[in-house]
């Protein structure tokens, strides 16, 4: 986990993206904290913690994707905030 996988997960838990339906865009995840990054950085992070089990993708938003936090990413994060 890095500092970028901490924030995105951190952002998805704060704005409550928990289920398919409250689930949010990488647009609506990048606009919140200035990442300094492209959208394209922060779908590749998404697309690792999806693999890993820590997100999921959500209803589509028009043709964007959309993820929430899977309760192995709260436990995920939870743990490294110790």
């Known amino acids: 986990m890095n500092r ?3 924030i995105i997960l951190s952002i998805l838990r704060k704005e409550e993206a928990i289920n398919k339906l409250s689930s949010m865009t990488v647009h609506e995840i ?3 904290e200035n ?3 492209k959208e394209n950085t922060i779908f590749k992070k998404l697309k690792d ?5 820590y997100i999921c993708r959500g209803l ?3 043709r964007a994707d959309t993820f929430y936090i899977t309760p192995e990413g709260i436990e995920c994060l939870e ?3 110790l």
Not at 49 to 53: A, R
């Open 79 to 81: 743990r490294e905030r």
């Open 30 to 32: 990048a606009s919140l």
């Open 4 to 6: 970028l996988g901490f």
């Open 35 to 37: 990442f300094g990054m």
């Open 49 to 53: 913690f999806e693999k890993s089990g």
């Open 60 to 62: 589509k938003e028009g």
